[in-house]
Nanobody
Framework: QLQLVESGGGLVQPGGSLRLSCAAS????????IGWFRQAPGKEREGVSC????????NYADSVKGRFTISRDNAKNTVYLQMTSLKPEDTAVYYC??????????????????WGQGTQVTVSS
């Protein structure tokens, strides 16, 4: 079964940190571009970060540059999103998604064909 499962969300104070995980099953995650997206109530879904297939580049939305870091652990078939200096405007449901196969560049306009169920991140004092 092809599946992506996000975890690690929760409630955090402004300035705090969270690490989100995207665990893949049914395929080898390292062969694919993986993206993190988020959606706040009443807003369009937006790209947050992405990572290319093996050895690929990473990209970040301007709103999170310098605060978020995307990485892979191929042994665990998992992609992470380390979030620091969190702001209330980061509050959203965060999703990971599978993008192009055997492609070492990434972007938010590529086709993402499989999505997780999302994990809620709430930044509030």
């Amino acid at each position: 079964q092809l599946q992506l499962v996000e975890s690690g969300g929760g409630l955090v104070q402004p300035g705090g940190s969270l690490r989100l995980s995207c665990a893949a099953s049914g395929f080898t995650l390292d062969y694919y571009t993986i993206g993190w997206f988020r959606q706040a109530p009443g807003k369009e879904r937006e790209g947050v970060s992405c990572i290319g297939s093996t050895g690929g580049n990473t990209n970040y939305a301007d709103s999170v540059k310098g605060r978020f870091t995307i990485s892979r652990d191929n042994a665990k078939n998992t992609v992470y999103l380390q979030m620091t200096s969190l702001k209330p405007e980061d509050t959203a449901v965060y999703y990971c998604a599978r993008g192009p196969r055997l492609f070492n560049l990434c972007g938010f306009r590529h086709r993402y064909d499989s999505w997780g169920q999302g994990t809620q991140v709430t930044v509030s004092s």
